[in-house]
Each structure stands twice: as C-alpha cells, then as structure tokens.
C-alpha cells in the first residue's frame, strides 16, 4: 500500500525537521558571535581562541543565570574577540555530550552554567585534561584545568532580606499590610539557591526579629504556572513581598505579585524590568561579570584552576538600585549593613537557620 | 486539618485544572472519533506561543486567542491528515508533533523576541468575578479571582457532554471510534467525522495552552506547559473518555498539586508532596477506577481498498 510508505516518510521527515529546528538555534547563535569576533578584529590568537557555553535546562531565556553567561560571553566575543558558541541543554542527560561535543572541537574553553552539571564536568573534564573548564556555582577543587565561580549569595541575600524586613514594617505604604509575613519561592532545594534564601532569612530576622517567612520550592526552573500559584499562596497567607530564586519560575511569582498589589525582589539579574512598579529590588549575581573575566584570563594564559569566590567585596554579588518606593532611610540601613559585611563585621551563614 | 478551609487550596484547584481539563476534553474528542492522541503537549505549547505573541502583536488577548484556536487547528489538521488520509502510526505521530512543538516554539520565542522572552506588555485575558458565585460560602473559594478561561473550560465541558451524547454528530463521530465499517456502510462519512473529532481536539488543547501563557500569565517561557499534556492524557483516561470523567479527574489531578503547594512548609518534605499528583496517576490508571475501556477502533487507521 502506497500511503504506508508515505506514512513512514513523513515521519521521517517531521523528525529531521525537528533537527534542523534544533541546530538552526545553535547555529543561529554561532553566526551571531563569529560576527562581532569579527567586528573587533583581535590579534591573530585571539581570534583562535574558541569558547562553548553549555546551559543547564533553564536555558537562555530564563532571565536569570543561564542569560546572565550568554551575557558575559557576548561581552568576550565582541570586547577580547573570543569565538562563542553555545548549546542549551534540554534534559539533563545532555550535559555530558554537549561537554564533550564542545571539548573534543578543540575549544579551549568550556563553560557549564550551573551546579546541576558538577557530575558532567568531573567526568569529562578527565577526560579532556588539556581543555580548560569552568563551572558556575559549584567548587570542584581537585582539578588542574578545572576553575569554579563560587558566588557568596547569602550576602546579596542578606541585603534584601534586611530591606524586605524593614519594608514590611513601614506603614502607608500602599500594598505593605503591616502582617509581617514574607515569602520565599526556591526553585529547588540546592545550595545556589538556599544560600541566597539563608541570607534572606538571616537578614530580614535581623531588622525584625519576630517576622515571619513562608518558604516554598516549586521544584522546577521552568515552571511559570507554579511559581505564580505558590506565590498566591504565599500572598493569601499575608506576604507582602515576595523573593522568588527559581529562574523562569520566578517571573510566575513576580507576575502575581504584580497581580495582587503586593512588591517583589528579584534574583540573579536585575529583573525591575518584568514589573517596574513591583521589583523593588534585585539580588544580584555577576554570572555575567565571573564569566568574562574567566575568559580573559584563560585567553591570556593566566587560567587559575580551584574555586574563585565572588562577593559583596569585589563586587561579584549585590544589590540592584531600589525603586522609588523604598524610603531613603532603609536604602541607608542597607548600605550600611552593606559595609559591615565586606568588613567582617557581620558574617552571613550559607544554611537556611533550623527549624525552618 | 485547617488547610482545607483555605480558599487559597480550592482556588488554586480549579486554577490548576483548565490546562489539564482543556486538552484531556481535546484528547476525548479526538479519541472518541478513533484516532489515538498523544500530541496534547506539543499543540499546548503551539497554542500558548500564538496566543503570547498575537496578544502582543495586536494589543488584544482576545485576538491571541483567536490566534492559538487557529493555530491549534492547523496542527491538528496536519496530525489528522497524517494520521486518517495516510494512515500513519498515531503514537508515533503524536509524539513526532510534542517533539516539533518544543522546538518550533523555542526558535520562534528566541528567533522573534530574543532571549528575553515576550514582552512584559504583552496583555492577558481579564479575570471575572461574579457576584452571585463569589459571596455563596465554599463555592465562591473556588471563584476567587480567576481567569475568564475558568468559565469558558466549565461552560465547554458541559457544552462537550452534550455534543457528544445529545447530538446527532456527537452520536456519529462516536459510531466511527467504535465501528468505522459498519458506520461507513450507513453512509457516513468516516474520514471527516475524524478529522472534525482531531481538530476539535486540537482546538481546545490550544486553548489550555492559551490559559498558560496569556489566562495566568502575559508571557510564552520555553516547555512552560512542562508535561501537562501528559497528565491531560492520564485524564482523559481516567476520566473513561467522557467529557464529565475529564474534569473530574482534571480537578483531582490539581487538587494533588494545589494540595502540595498549600502543604509546603509543614513536617511533609517537599519533594514527596510534588510526587502526590503523578503518584495519583499512576494509582488511578493501575486500576483504582475500575476497567477504562477505550473506543473499540480507537488507533487503528481506517483504510478502505477501492
């Protein structure tokens, strides 16, 4: 019968044209760096030197740290004149091969955005001991061509902790309820994201002692639908700001945060612009920054293997600009306290305190 | 047992419900009609993309929806074709469409609007309260602040019931899912019955897409349907392929979740309470519901030697 084997050819067909959709991507970015490596004209061996980048599942579009890397080798490709590449991974099990895929091209450096990828690059940064790896987010030290970005988020975390403690105390603010409730939405329960909710915690406890946290994990960075509904939740339950750390799941929560009046912080990027009037303020997270400067020094030939921390000190993790509708005097108390945690003399726990 | 007098638990229920019930009532119709759908997901994510980006295209909602129905409908046909006129493999086929459906949405969000996603102006469809519901005690805890597309979900269900066990069509396109021979010697016309059961179905699998991307939100995330066609298709089949059994199990289904969420945070650790909804799936169809018994042509291509 003539139709079967027109059956088994569109299938065939559907499942290459889904390929080509996935590669049209990743070209697609390609073509975009190879061109502004080009713009800048670099010295010969710059223009050699290759860099991939592969996502964790969040992908590009998660407003948040994958974004932020893309950011940062955008910055290399057309500043150093570095040639990028990048791969998004859709499952987990593409680590490993999209590692590898990259190592084998002769790229001199490979960049994995995200602890969820520890156990692929330990594997394949064996076996590829000549091609330079870094790692955001998770410190693996045993390593020669191994460096890992460790960002001291419970810092930044502390911050606007302390500046949603104060907030909520304030009356006649519109939205602020006075019910001293706030709440917190993890992505998962990983230490990227409890570090910046332990420094929450311990922040907004410090400026008010008897505040309440409602803390939520929606166990997933990509899910919207659930990031919205449990900071609805959260909101019924008297929250009045709320401080997602789950990538694409968070823009959910600051979209119902936005829905109900109530204000927002978010987290690794300044994300004010999903809603202006209820971002407040942003937990900062210079995956972007940590990423170029990695590929500088790898380029010029100063890799340094082991952990390199970012923090409040050099600027690695911080705070965005508050919106106008932070008092003044709490913007003060924040950088205060600002100050005292790059002097040592406030030190902020990555644990989530017990009995949480 | 306080938290079952949150409202919070039973809004967040029916809220949770329309992107399962939707495409689990597409699945029924197209099923009913016998063809085998397993392609919920990729119409989903096709139907919230369209709907994201005609909303923001034309500054009307409305229009986004009409845009993810249109194109909903357009997949499905192409689904159709493949799967009646050529009689293509219907697993095989559906899960070719959830496959492309990822990908097509993912290189037109980052192709069209960058990696930044949609824009946040894009508008959504407006929440409606209606008095007369909201003030009556438990009922109004359901309708607290929900989406327009709540209504339109629990008006299209009975509107489905109806269609297929009231009407003449709805008899006739169930004839064909269960004997296509002996409804083709009657006359009828068993390809176009198909086609209008898989369209359908594609129409409104689009619109639980819709729900995600411009009903609770204003914005179109890559796989922001993460697997819900799936448990659409777990639905559907618990709910015995009738449009009331849908829901039903649609509302169950998004009572695990809604109950999971509201749990968080006491003694039950996190990571048992979101396995609750597909823990529920699994006992649901290993038999807790009794015998479901698929359309009897349900997945057997129907192919006449002339």
């Known amino acids: ?356 | 047992m306080s938290f079952l007098a949150s409202p919070q638990l039973w809004a967040g229920t029916l809220s949770l419900a329309v992107p399962l019930a939707l495409p689990a009532l597409g699945g029924t119709f197209s099923e009913r009609t016998g063809v085998v759908n397993i392609a919920m997901e990729g119409i989903m994510l096709i139907g919230a993309f369209f709907a994201a980006a005609c909303s923001h295209w034309t500054g009307s909602a409305w229009l986004g929806l009409l845009a993810a129905m249109v194109a909903g409908a357009l997949i499905a046909w192409v689904f159709a074709w493949a799967a009646i006129r050529l009689a293509a493999d219907q697993v095989v086929l559906g899960m070719a469409i959830n496959i492309f459906g990822a990908g097509i949405t993912a290189f037109l969000l980052n192709t069209i609007f960058g990696y930044n996603g949609t824009p946040t102006s894009t508008p959504s469809l407006p929440n409606i309260t209606i008095p007369a519901i909201a003030n009556v005690p438990v009922l109004g805890w359901f309708f607290h602040q929900q989406s327009v597309l709540v209504y339109v979900m629990l008006a299209l269900v009975i509107a489905a019931h109806y269609f297929l066990f009231h009407t003449r069509l709805g008899l006739r396109m169930r004839a064909v899912g269960e004997n296509p021979l002996a409804a083709d010697t009657l006359g009828l016309n068993v390809w176009r019955l198909r086609y209008t059961g898989v369209i359908i179905g594609g129409v409104l699998s689009a619109i639980g897409g819709a729900y995600l991307s411009i009903g609770i939100l204003n914005s179109f995330d890559v796989n922001m349907t993460n697997g819900r066609g799936y448990i659409a298709l777990a639905a559907m089949i618990f709910g015995k392929w009738t449009p009331y059994g849908a829901f039903g199990a649609a509302m169950l289904f998004a009572f695990a979740t809604s109950l999971a969420d509201v749990l968080q945070g006491n003694v039950i650790p996190t990571d048992l309470l979101s396995m609750l909804p597909y823990a529920l799936t699994v006992l649901a169809l290993a038999g807790l519901v009794g015998r479901s018994t698929a359309p009897a042509a349900d997945g057997i291509p129907y192919t006449l030697e002339r």
């Open chain 1, 1 to 356: 019968m003539s139709t079967r084997k027109w059956a088994v050819g569109l299938g065939a067909m559907v499942a290459l044209s889904t390929l080509v959709v996935g590669c049209g991507a990743a070209t697609n970015n390609t073509a975009g760096g190879t061109k502004t490596a080009n713009g800048t004209g670099g010295n010969p061996s710059a223009t050699t030197f290759k860099v991939g980048l592969v996502t964790d599942t969040g992908g590009l579009n998660d407003h948040s740290f994958n974004h932020l890397a893309y950011v940062g080798l955008q910055k290399a490709e057309s500043q150093l004149g570095v040639k990028g590449e990048v791969v998004q991974s859709q499952a987990a099990s593409d680590y490993v091969p999209e590692l590898t895929r990259f190592a084998q091209n002769g790229d001199n450096l490979v960049i994995a955005v995200g602890f969820l990828m520890q156990q692929a690059v330990e594997q394949v940064s064996k076996e590829y001991p000549n091609t330079k790896f870094l790692i955001i987010d998770d410190p693996i030290t045993d390593r020669p061509n191994v460096v890992s970005a460790i960002f001291d988020t419970q810092q930044c975390g502390y911050l606007v902790g302390a500046m949603a403690g104060l907030m909520q105390k304030q009356h006649g603010i519109k939205g602020i309820n006075g019910q001293n409730v706030l709440g917190v939405i993890g992505g998962q329960n990983i230490p990227p994201v409890t570090s910046y909710i332990a420094g929450f915690y311990q922040g907004a406890q410090k400026v008010d002692p008897g505040v309440k946290i409602i803390l939520n994990y929606a166990n997933s960075f990509t899910d919207q639908a659930t990031g919205q509904q449990l900071a609805k939740d959260e909101i019924a339950k008297g929250a009045d700001i709320i401080f997602p750390v789950a990538g694409g799941t968070g823009t959910g929560s600051i979209n119902a945060a936005k829905a109900a009046g109530v204000y927002a912080i978010g987290v690794d990027a300044n994300q004010n612009y999903l809603a202006p009037q209820t971002v407040i303020t942003s937990a900062l997270k210079a995956v972007d920054t940590a990423t170029y400067d990695v590929i500088k020094e790898a380029q010029q030939g100063k890799f340094k293997s082991g952990v390199q921390t970012f923090d409040l000190s050099n600027n690695g993790v911080g705070i965005a600009p508050p919106t106008s509708t932070v008092p003044q005097s709490i913007v003060q108390q924040v950088n205060q306290l600002a100050t005292q945690i790059k002097s040592g003399a406030i030190t902020v726990s990555p644990n989530i305190p017990t009995g949480k």
